[in-house]
């Protein structure tokens, strides 16, 4: 499976964006599907995961009401979409697939999923 990710972007504190992550190369709907990001000098962290069908997700509790991750399985890509945003959201955001079952243990730890986008930057301005 190969995923590209885009949407990234320069935006002021309060802005919005939405990510997008197209996938090829696998049956997508297959795949639970994760966004984490990682900021300069930080470790890779868990934002936000879509089961299947999108009817289950799971949030980091510092995007829980700002974010929401979706999917749409007839186009093979998933979706982020920021509003509010803030400062400490700006890092490289990275999608990622998951074959496995769904559990919030796996969901949430990027050694779980089997394969990765390349990234897309978003930076908050204050």
């Known amino acids: 499976v190969q995923l590209q990710a885009s949407g990234g972007g320069l935006v002021q504190a309060g802005g919005s964006l939405r990510l997008s992550c197209a996938a090829s190369g696998g049956t997508f709907s297959r795949y639970v599907m994760g966004w984490f990001r990682q900021a300069p000098g930080k470790e890779r962290e868990f934002v936000a995961a879509?089961?299947?069908?999108?009817?289950?997700?799971y949030y980091v509790d510092s995007v829980k009401g700002r974010f929401t991750i979706s999917r749409d399985n007839a186009k093979n890509t998933v979706y982020l979409r920021m509003n509010s945003l803030k400062p400490e959201d700006t890092a490289v955001y990275y999608c990622?697939?998951?074959?496995?079952?769904?559990?919030?243990?796996?969901?949430?730890?990027?050694?779980?999923?089997?394969?990765w986008g390349q990234g897309t930057l978003v930076t908050v301005s204050s």
């Open positions: 879509t089961g299947w069908s999108g009817g289950r997700t």
């Open positions: 990622a697939a998951d074959g496995s079952p769904w559990s919030i243990a796996r969901v949430t730890t990027s050694r779980e999923y089997d394969y």
